[in-house]
């Protein structure tokens, strides 16, 4: 099966509407992000970087969100958000709510804001002040020290690690069959090694909450900061690490217009987050940096088919020589892009909650990075072409690796 | 085949079969598919965010053992210039790192400077500006440094010791951060860390010292009893009022209490938490001396008992009790207070790992539970799966038995970089799954680069066995710099990201090297040998 053959496109004839897109794009998406910025005070950092407090909690049911804001107002926490989780994937995902929580600048301790809104779950939709601990938290070690204690399969000294196996696929079932949830203690009976008298010794010494908390993050101002540092160093020195690969290889120009290219994939990218109300999370990063290195990988694969065809069309002018690399490579730029598009766009679907905003910033990514390498990057090795004279941009033929392109040219 | 492809065969297995084995173990081969999981699940190593676990980031505050080592030197200055008789105006902390000595008498200033010179090497003098015989001492960049390590070594190691008698399965204490003063703790399994938090963070300073005065009801009290100046030697320490209902504070008062302490919590041999005699209900802390303290203890209880002196229990500058001593005491002692079964079991812990020599803040905290990470992980593997499934059913459908090439060598890339986090004990983490997605997309894109070569080779006229040799040929360069690119991004990413960003830059490298493998060598091989089979000119399945 062969698509995409022999095509004759003048891409560079088309150059200016691809900068106009962008243009667009870029105004779109900034304009979003001043909206957000400097007209709503607002912020576009997750907790990662803005710093702050962020409880995730599923419940067993709808989530009640009226009463725990009643809840959360009434612990002097009038200033917590909550949002709801729509995951139209993971069913039990929709009674999942997260509770979020300014950084607050008093000399409390940094956890005092969690542990508030954990005593307001607890007084509202857990058991009360019952003494009984909540199965829903307890953890497998516990689990397990309870069950050696109680020996409700009368094994005595013969126990061995049989509780702490067992211990170990009680929680395991709690946490992948029901979501963290068990709403009764019923839903046990089927797990391996269970027997009736583990159940009901199981529901004499625990309560069931109908909550279980999935995550919380809690990062200091510090902390905030210097990741929000951290990462915009990381990018610059990861760009600026490729702009010498390239400029090594190729030539300045080459490598400055690949680092241009891929640094307006990410400020779009940064639009769309804007426009979908996206949060910037470490995470994010990630996916930013992926897009970086794979618009890169796009980029690179035309100039080096430019690279190949100044040595073969000496007579060609130079924009005819960019066209036809990238009809050459378009064939195996439409496929890549394409299945890459594809495998995003299933993690996207169905890669759940966690790696929702770095697919979308990947599907957004992949997208523009495609369209970048011959929108923008080769345009402006053109242009500056274009502006110096002529063909003045031959290739330094020297290295081993370039003879050897030029020997398997002439082949 | 000839012997150089056969070879190369050789190789690809050897590698194959290290991999295999670095995935599912050999000796005990899987019998079972669920066996399978298991036996990768013990191989890969899994980040708390797939796991789920505490994730703290602390702070030492460095500046108190730096400040403490200033007013240790101010002491000692102090006691020697006593010892020595030089006179001096005032010995004060400008701050600190710089201690202020005032007129100094002109006839022993030559003492002074010697004394100075010879036993207080940690400090560089200079005239102090604006004083007519004043010097000011400056704590030397060096001994700076060296206190910063020694606090951070002796800090870690204190937290290291608290969280193993915690009992927590593998827990990870480790610097991290640039700023050189923050330490990392990650507690997997633990769903919870308030109760651990307490354990790292309590102080654990002991110290039983002798009760000067009081107590005072408030700091004003105590100091207009003595003229607004304490005498020389003490210190006013707070502590809880004894109330008449037992377990039950009534405020805060205060005692004057000698700076210096007849035993501190070095001197400890064990420590103890057992239900208290005199309130029924809570627990008390019992410690035991070391031989050498105990004697000490031991002088000093008898004189102090002739007396009617009084003694105090000190953790971390609060006082816990003050009593008169009745007899002498040879080797142990209790801590009472409103302790519960478990705060008692913790503080006697504390004080058997010992002191910290610094206090800590937290500046991090994340708690993953264990129903998110199981979450994680089935939707990124399902959604890793998928995607591959996708994928090589349209290479194969697009590129026909070539396609088949290409989808061995993706496998055999995975299998490699899995294999490879086995090994090197990497530590697969949610944007690490991202990053397998990414080497599963530049795999792909490997193979379309040659695969789309080699059909432009045999549009343009060549037949099978030369344009398989120009298109690998040719592509091999574009493969060298498209993956070079993304290394040295992806070690960028390592050297200067944080945590999960770190963990995508390391399956990154990992599957990309493992990709020019098999996208290059790997995939050369196969279909050599598919040449090496059939009829020269003969139509190539691509």
């Keep these: 099966m062969e698509l995409f053959r022999g095509v004759n496109?003048?891409?560079?004839?088309?150059?200016?509407?691809?900068?106009?897109?962008?243009?667009?794009?870029?105004?779109?998406?900034?304009?979003?992000?001043?909206?957000?910025?400097?007209?709503?005070?607002?912020?576009?950092?997750?907790?990662?970087?803005?710093?702050?407090?962020?409880?995730?909690?599923?419940?067993?049911?709808?989530?009640?969100?009226?009463?725990?804001?009643?809840?959360?107002?009434?612990?002097?926490?009038?200033?917590?958000?909550?949002?709801?989780?729509?995951?139209?994937?993971?069913?039990?995902s929709k009674n999942d709510v997260v509770i979020g929580l300014e950084q607050t600048q008093s000399d409390e301790s940094l956890d005092a804001g969690k542990q508030k809104i954990l005593d307001v779950l607890r007084a509202t939709f857990g058991g009360g002040a019952s003494a009984k601990p909540d199965f829903n938290s307890v953890t497998p070690p516990d689990l397990a020290a309870d069950l050696t204690r109680k020996d409700p399969l009368l094994l005595g000294t013969n126990a061995g690690d049989r509780y702490t196996q067992l211990a170990s696929r009680l929680t395991a079932a709690r946490d992948s069959d029901h979501g963290g949830i068990v709403t009764s203690f019923d839903q046990l009976k089927n797990v391996d090694g269970v027997t009736p008298s583990v159940v009901s010794s199981l529901s004499n010494d625990y309560s069931l909450s109908n909550f279980a908390i999935r995550d919380a993050d809690i990062v200091g101002p510090r902390v905030g900061s210097q990741l929000r540092r951290q990462a915009v160093l990381a990018t610059l020195y990861?760009?600026?690490?490729?702009?010498?690969?390239?400029?090594?290889?190729?030539?300045?120009?080459?490598?400055?217009?690949?680092?241009?290219?891929?640094?307006?994939?990410?400020?779009?990218?940064?639009?769309?987050?804007?426009?979908?109300?996206?949060?910037?999370?470490?995470?994010?990063?990630?996916?930013?940096?992926?897009?970086?290195?794979?618009?890169?990988?796009?980029?690179?694969?035309?100039?080096?088919?430019?690279?190949?065809?100044?040595?073969?069309?000496?007579?060609?002018?130079?924009?005819?020589?960019?066209?036809?690399?990238?009809?050459?490579?378009?064939?195996?730029?439409?496929?890549?892009?394409?299945?890459?598009?594809?495998?995003?766009?299933?993690?996207?679907?169905?890669?759940?909650?966690?790696?929702?905003?770095?697919?979308f910033a990947m599907v957004i990514g992949v997208m523009v990075g495609t369209y970048s390498s011959f929108g923008i990057a080769a345009p402006i090795v053109v242009a500056w072409n274009k502006y110096y004279g002529g063909k003045g941009t031959t290739v330094r033929a020297g290295s081993a690796a370039d003879k050897r392109v030029v020997a398997a040219a002439r082949r | 085949m000839n012997a150089q492809l056969k070879w190369k065969f050789v190789l690809i297995l050897l590698v194959l079969l290290v991999c295999i084995f670095g995935v599912i173990g050999l000796p005990n081969p899987p019998t079972s598919l669920s066996q399978l999981k298991n036996n990768l699940a013990n191989r890969i190593q899994l980040g708390l965010d797939l796991k789920g676990g505490s994730h703290l980031v602390l702070q030492v505050q460095l500046e108190e053992a730096i400040a403490q080592h200033c007013d240790e030197t101010v002491d000692e200055l102090k006691n020697q210039l006593r010892a020595k008789n030089i006179g001096v105006g005032e010995i004060r902390e400008i701050d600190d790192t710089h201690i202020l000595v005032r007129d100094v008498e002109s006839t022993s200033a030559g003492a002074f400077r010697d004394l100075v010179n010879s036993q207080f090497t940690d400090w560089t003098m200079a005239a102090a500006a604006g004083e007519t015989s004043g010097y000011e001492l400056t704590m030397k960049p060096s001994v700076i440094a060296d206190i910063r390590q020694t606090t951070m070594n002796q800090t870690l190691e204190t937290i290291t010791r608290r969280i193993n008698a915690l009992g927590l399965t593998e827990p990870t204490i480790a610097f991290t951060g640039r700023g050189d003063d923050e330490i990392l703790v990650q507690l997997p399994g633990v769903g919870d860390p308030t109760a651990a938090k307490e354990v790292i963070r309590a102080g654990g300073q002991l110290q039983l010292v002798r009760v000067a005065d009081g107590p005072?009801?408030?700091?004003?009290?105590?100091?207009?009893?003595?003229?607004?100046?304490?005498?020389?030697?003490?210190?006013?320490?707070?502590?809880?009022?004894?109330?008449?209902?037992?377990?039950?504070?009534?405020?805060?008062?205060?005692?004057?209490?000698?700076?210096?302490?007849?035993?501190?919590g070095q001197d400890l041999r064990n420590a103890d938490a057992s239900p208290s005699t005199d309130n029924p209900g809570f627990y008390e802390v019992n410690f035991k001396l070391s031989t050498a303290a105990a004697g000490r203890f031991?002088?000093?209880?008898?004189?102090?008992?002739?007396?009617?002196?009084?003694?105090?229990?000190?953790?971390?500058?609060?006082?816990?009790?003050?009593?008169?001593?009745?007899?002498?005491?040879?080797?142990?002692?209790?801590?009472?207070?409103?302790?519960?079964?478990?705060?008692?079991?913790?503080?006697?812990?504390?004080?058997?790992?010992?002191?910290?020599?610094?206090?800590?803040?937290?500046?991090?905290?994340?708690?993953?539970?264990?129903?998110?990470?199981?979450?994680?992980?089935?939707?990124?593997?399902?959604?890793?799966?998928?995607?591959?499934?996708?994928?090589?059913?349209?290479?194969?459908?697009?590129?026909?038995?070539?396609?088949?090439?290409?989808?061995?060598?993706?496998?055999?890339?995975?299998?490699?970089?899995?294999?490879?986090?086995?090994?090197?004990?990497?530590?697969?983490?949610?944007?690490?799954?991202?990053?397998?997605?990414?080497?599963?997309?530049?795999?792909?894109?490997?193979?379309?680069?040659?695969?789309?070569?080699?059909?432009?080779?045999?549009?343009n006229g060549k037949v099978a066995a030369p344009a398989v040799d120009t298109g690998f040929d040719r592509a091999f360069l574009t493969i060298i710099d498209t993956h070079v690119t993304t290394v040295v991004s992806a070690i960028f990413l390592f050297l200067f990201g944080t945590g999960p960003v770190r963990g995508f830059a390391v399956t990154l490298v990992i599957g990309l090297i493992a990709n020019i493998f098999t996208s290059i060598y790997v995939s050369r091989a196969i279909f050599d040998y598919h040449l090496s089979k059939m009829d020269r000119q003969a139509q190539l399945s691509i």
């Design chain 2, 216 to 264: 005072f009801t408030s700091e004003p009290e105590a100091l207009a009893k003595y003229g607004g100046v304490l005498p020389a030697g003490t210190v006013l320490v707070p502590g809880r009022a004894e109330s008449a209902e037992p377990g039950q504070t009534s405020g805060t008062v205060y005692y004057v209490l000698d700076k210096a302490p007849i035993v501190t």
């Design chain 1, 9 to 92: 496109i003048n891409w560079m004839g088309k150059a200016k509407y691809f900068v106009a897109l962008s243009l667009f794009l870029l105004i779109v998406g900034w304009a979003s992000i001043y909206r957000t910025v400097v007209v709503k005070h607002g912020t576009l950092y997750g907790i990662d970087f803005r710093g702050g407090t962020l409880v995730y909690v599923r419940f067993a049911g709808p989530p009640p969100i009226d009463q725990l804001r009643k809840g959360l107002e009434q612990a002097g926490l009038a200033n917590s958000t909550i949002q709801g989780i729509s995951d139209t994937q993971n069913v039990a």
């Design chain 1, 238 to 359: 990861a760009l600026g690490g490729m702009l010498v690969y390239i400029a090594l290889r190729f030539e300045w120009v080459y490598g400055a217009a690949a680092v241009i290219a891929v640094f307006h994939d990410v400020l779009i990218t940064l639009g769309f987050f804007s426009l979908f109300h996206y949060e910037i999370s470490l995470t994010v990063i990630a996916a930013l940096l992926t897009l970086v290195g794979y618009s890169m990988n796009d980029t690179i694969v035309i100039f080096d088919r430019v690279r190949e065809n100044l040595r073969l069309m000496k007579r060609e002018p130079y924009p005819e020589i960019v066209n036809k690399s990238i009809n050459q490579t378009l064939s195996r730029t439409i496929l890549t892009s394409g299945l890459t598009f594809l495998t995003v766009l299933v993690l996207y679907l169905t890669g759940g909650e966690v790696l929702r905003a770095f697919s």
């Design chain 2, 298 to 459: 031991g002088t000093f209880t008898e004189q102090q008992a002739a007396i009617g002196g009084r003694m105090a229990v000190v953790l971390d500058r609060q006082v816990y009790e003050a009593a008169v001593i009745k007899s002498r005491i040879e080797d142990s002692g209790r801590i009472t207070g409103s302790f519960s079964q478990e705060s008692a079991q913790n503080l006697a812990l504390v004080l058997r790992a010992g002191a910290l020599p610094a206090s800590i803040k937290y500046l991090e905290e994340r708690t993953v539970g264990p129903s998110l990470g199981a979450d994680s992980i089935r939707e990124g593997v399902r959604a890793s799966i998928g995607s591959m499934i996708v994928v090589m059913i349209f290479l194969v459908i697009y590129y026909r038995l070539s396609g088949v090439n290409a989808v061995v060598a993706l496998i055999l890339n995975l299998v490699i970089l899995v294999a490879f986090m086995a090994y090197a004990g990497a530590v697969l983490t949610l944007p690490g799954i991202a990053g397998v997605i990414l080497t599963i997309g530049m795999g792909v894109d490997s193979n379309v680069l040659v695969f789309e070569r080699i059909r432009e080779e045999l549009r």
